[in-house]
């Protein structure tokens, strides 16, 4: 059996390296900063209790299913691939994505690339017995963002039937928009 180089030895004896990753759906819950403290505060938590090195701690405001529109997502994973850290630590996995084609795709990239994708409910990509469990769970998510979706429409075309009006209001006085018609 051969000795371990020195290099390999501080990399085998340092905590793992990992970059959180918060989001919300909606800017209004990005101002409020309510949802994305907790998410920092339950990511800092779980790092310091499994022993983790929480390097950052990058966000996103935007839907889960928009997976093209992830910029936060998109730098943590680029500096995750260039050696900054070991992983990518979310709350939950629907933090990172509710789509289930993307949330293949992002195991299958931290496979082929070396880095773990985790969250601080125990799933893990880099254990093979969590994947099921990984896939049921982004599963759910994801019918749980077409019942939000559903719901929304619905509570929509209710209240249209009802009178009321949707949208924003005009920002145009009603003279001028008399005149402008």
């Known amino acids: 059996m051969g000795t371990a180089l020195p290099a390999e030895q501080a990399q085998h004896s340092r905590p793992m390296r990992l970059i959180g990753f918060r989001r919300v759906s909606t800017t209004a819950q990005g101002e409020t900063g309510h949802g994305l403290g907790a998410q ?25 299913t928009a997976a093209d529109k992830m910029t936060g997502r998109a730098i943590a994973i680029a500096a995750i691939e260039a050696g900054i850290a070991d992983g990518m630590l979310v709350r939950s996995l629907d933090r990172a994505t509710r789509d289930q084609l993307d949330a293949a ?7 082929r690339n070396g880095w773990r994708l985790l969250d601080c409910d ?15 769970r982004i599963a759910v998510a994801a019918e749980e963002r077409r019942k939000i979706s559903q719901r929304t429409r619905e509570g929509l075309a209710r209240a249209k039937r009802n009178g009321v009006a949707l949208g924003r ?13």
């Open 40 to 64: 920092a505060d339950e990511l800092t938590r779980y790092a310091e209790a499994q022993g983790y090195e929480l390097v950052h701690v990058i966000t996103d405001v935007v839907s889960g």
């Open 105 to 111: 795709e992002l195991f299958k990239r931290a496979e």
């Open 169 to 181: 209001p005009s920002r145009i006085a009603a003279d001028v928009m008399a005149r402008i018609v």
């Open 122 to 136: 125990r799933a893990d990509s880099g254990d093979p017995s969590q994947r099921l469990l990984a896939d049921i």
